[in-house]
């Protein structure tokens, strides 16, 4: 087997002709195609092509979010480790992480809960000019849902926790709600996915990026 030895950039333009070429004639929203295409880019699985799911207009509602400078909270460190933070500050948002606070981390021992779940409530504290990148815990999707139903309408919700506790209930929750959403359905997601999602967005609004 013969290593190529590209420029990173050549690497990642690569990296999605092959994507495009094995996805072959899948009809796929224009709009949603970028999303799907670097979530397959960061995971190497195909399976995405088909679970996961985004909202109507879901891409166009984040996108104006992003542009409205939108505040991103993710429920891990390691994904907010892994949005672009350059690309963010060029529309004027932020990305938050309240794991690790201590008001949280004391709110969440005195209710005897998870800390993602207290962590959402600090989030919708801050408005609903939100967009939630949840990539670990199902709990602060549930706690999501409960807030959505008491009248909370975030800017977007992209639900990809993984694993099996909870996982795919908290995912379909989301999915019955009127709020925008990108949803990977079923237990496959994580940190990574969700950051990697959020940078989509970001990219699909920079006219210099190919992709």
């Given amino acids: 087997?013969?290593?190529?030895?590209?420029?990173?950039?050549?690497?990642?333009?690569?990296?999605?002709?092959?994507?495009?070429?094995?996805?072959?004639?899948r009809p796929i929203d224009p709009e949603q195609a970028p999303i799907l295409k670097r979530?397959?880019?960061?995971?190497?699985?195909?399976?995405?092509?088909?679970n996961l799911c985004f909202s109507p207009d879901a891409v166009k509602l984040a996108k104006e979010a992003i542009m409205g400078g939108a505040t991103v909270i993710t429920d891990t460190q390691m994904a907010l480790s892994g949005i672009?933070?350059?690309?963010?500050a060029k529309f004027g948002c932020e990305a938050l992480c309240f794991m690790s606070d201590a008001d949280v981390a004391a709110e969440a021992k005195a209710q005897g809960v998870t800390r993602a779940r207290i962590s959402m409530d600090k989030a919708a504290a801050l408005g609903e000019n939100v967009i939630f990148a949840i990539g670990n815990a199902p709990t602060a999707l549930i706690r999501l849902r409960e807030l959505i139903d008491g009248g909370y309408r975030p800017r977007?919700?992209?639900?990809v926790p993984v694993g099996f506790v909870n996982?795919?209930?908290?995912?379909e929750?989301?999915?019955e709600t009127d709020v925008p959403h990108i949803v990977a359905r079923g237990r496959k997601g994580g940190s990574n996915v969700a950051?990697?999602?959020?940078?989509?967005?970001?990219?699909?609004?920079?006219?210099a990026r190919g992709n």
């Avoid at 672009?84 to 963010?88: E, P, Q, S």
């Avoid at 950051?195 to 006219?207: F, H, R, T």
């Fill in 84 to 88: 672009n933070k350059r690309a963010l």
């Fill in 156 to 159: 977007l919700i992209i639900g």
């Fill in 1 to 25: 087997m013969k290593i190529q030895n590209l420029p990173p950039m050549e690497i990642e333009r690569g990296s999605f002709r092959i994507i495009t070429e094995e996805l072959g004639d």
């Fill in 195 to 207: 950051a990697c999602i959020v940078n989509a967005l970001l990219y699909a609004l920079d006219p």
């Fill in 39 to 50: 979530v397959i880019h960061t995971t190497a699985d195909f399976d995405y092509a088909d």
């Fill in 167 to 171: 996982v795919v209930a908290s995912k």
């Fill in 173 to 175: 929750l989301i999915m």
